[in-house]
């Protein structure tokens, strides 16, 4: 299932059986990945009713105290689901997913406000759209706090422009372009520090190389001197 991860038309064998496999173990945690894994697979096929039927079956076996820690991000798959075609379905998902959000998943929450945020966007909720989305800026992850940055600062520039707030989409696009080129740089030095790794590595191998051709030559002349 995990490498299934385009799940197109090609996928679908491989999902009936893991689906079979998981009914057969009655196992409720191998229900539940087959059922969003399924329902991955029919939104990649633009089955927009398909998908949501699997994510509803999902959301039954979260009731069960174990798979209860699931929910949170079903809510979250229907709501993006259902964006662009029933946006009333959308924000009602969205709405259901925020009392169940773990605070201490910073990733998870951030994603949510960014998602949260362009869904109001594009409804033209330009004011709760800023909220959703300062939300999110205000939350300091431990990894990838620049890309997610980079993110933000863009959106916030966005949103800002279409409201008319054209002095506030100014400072949002300078703060991006910083990010931005801060991201392009560090990309390059870490290319620039493999090369010099590398670099380094073939002169090693080289001296070394020739160190032992060295040695064989010393070896081979003190066998003749013998």
Do not use: C
């Not at 969003?36 to 076996?61: E, G, R, T």
């Not at 709501?79 to 009333?88: C, I």
């Not at 392009?184 to 020739?210: F, G, R, V, W």
């Amino acid at each position: 299932i995990k490498s299934q991860n385009n799940l197109n038309e090609d996928a679908k064998p491989y999902l009936d059986d893991y689906s079979k496999y998981a009914e057969e173990k009655s196992d409720s945690l191998s229900l539940l990945i087959a059922n969003n894994a399924y329902a991955a697979y029919f939104w990649n096929q633009d089955s927009i009713s398909k998908s949501s039927k699997f994510y509803k079956k999902s959301l039954l076996l979260t009731n069960r105290a174990a798979l209860k820690k699931y929910k949170a991000s079903i809510y979250l798959n229907l709501a993006l689901l259902y964006t662009l075609q029933q946006p009333d379905s959308a924000n009602y998902f969205f709405k259901k997913t925020i009392p169940i959000l773990d605070p201490t998943n910073k990733k998870t929450m951030v994603d949510f406000y960014i998602n949260y945020s362009l869904f109001l966007q594009k409804q033209h909720n330009f004011k709760e759209a800023l909220i959703q989305l300062k939300k999110a800026e205000a939350i300091q992850l431990d990894a990838y706090q620049l890309k997610y940055n980079k993110i933000i600062y863009e959106n916030f520039a966005h949103i800002y422009q279409e409201s008319g707030n054209y002095k506030k989409a100014f400072e949002y696009y300078k703060k991006y372009n910083t990010v931005k080129d801060s991201l392009n740089n560090t990309a390059q030095n870490i290319a620039i520090s493999d090369l010099d790794k590398k670099y380094k590595n073939d002169i090693e191998k080289q001296e070394l190389k020739t160190i032992n051709e060295k040695n064989e030559k010393e070896n081979l002349q003190l066998k003749i001197d013998k």
